[in-house]
């Protein structure tokens, strides 16, 4: 998400990401049925409450790194004048470029985290 530097390429990001997620969790529990074909249960709801957990664990480690917060300039909105929005004037307090390099460090995080739990599974 903090690479993406226009839209149309975030939304392709996205786009990826919930296809090669989908496709992980469909594989998964094909193999995990495939595997313990009448015990398999247990290991389905061991799988499902880790992503939850994952879940969870995601927006605890991304909210230090959130800087900034976003204020609209006051200004008053012409009903007539539908070119300006209220929303063309708002001002960065931080920046675009400082919360990108901030974000850089949970997105790191958790593709490296990623990274050690399936080349722990497949050693």
């Given at each position: 998400?903090p690479?993406s530097?226009?839209l149309?390429?975030?939304?392709?990001?996205f786009w990826w990401?919930?296809?090669g997620c989908g496709?992980w969790?469909?594989?998964?529990?094909v193999?995990?049925?495939?595997m313990?074909?009448?015990?398999?249960?247990p290991?389905?709801?061991?799988?499902?409450f880790?992503?939850?957990?994952g879940?969870i664990?995601?927006?605890l480690l991304?909210k230090?790194?959130?800087?900034?917060?976003?204020?609209l300039?006051s200004?008053?909105?012409?009903i007539?004048n539908?070119?300006?929005?209220?929303?063309d004037?708002?001002?960065d307090?931080?920046?675009?470029?400082d919360?990108?390099?901030?974000l850089k460090t949970?997105?790191?995080?958790?593709?490296?985290?990623?990274i050690?739990?399936?080349?722990?599974?497949f050693?």
């Amino acid at each position: 998400m903090p690479y993406s530097y226009k839209l149309w390429t975030l939304y392709l990001n996205f786009w990826w990401y919930g296809f090669g997620c989908g496709a992980w969790n469909i594989a998964l529990s094909v193999w995990l049925i495939e595997m313990w074909q009448k015990n398999s249960a247990p290991f389905l709801q061991l799988s499902h409450f880790v992503y939850g957990i994952g879940t969870i664990l995601g927006p605890l480690l991304d909210k230090p790194y959130l800087t900034g917060e976003q204020a609209l300039d006051s200004v008053e909105t012409n009903i007539s004048n539908a070119t300006e929005l209220p929303f063309d004037n708002i001002t960065d307090i931080f920046g675009v470029i400082d919360r990108r390099s901030n974000l850089k460090t949970p997105f790191l995080i958790s593709g490296i985290t990623q990274i050690i739990s399936i080349h722990s599974k497949f050693s």
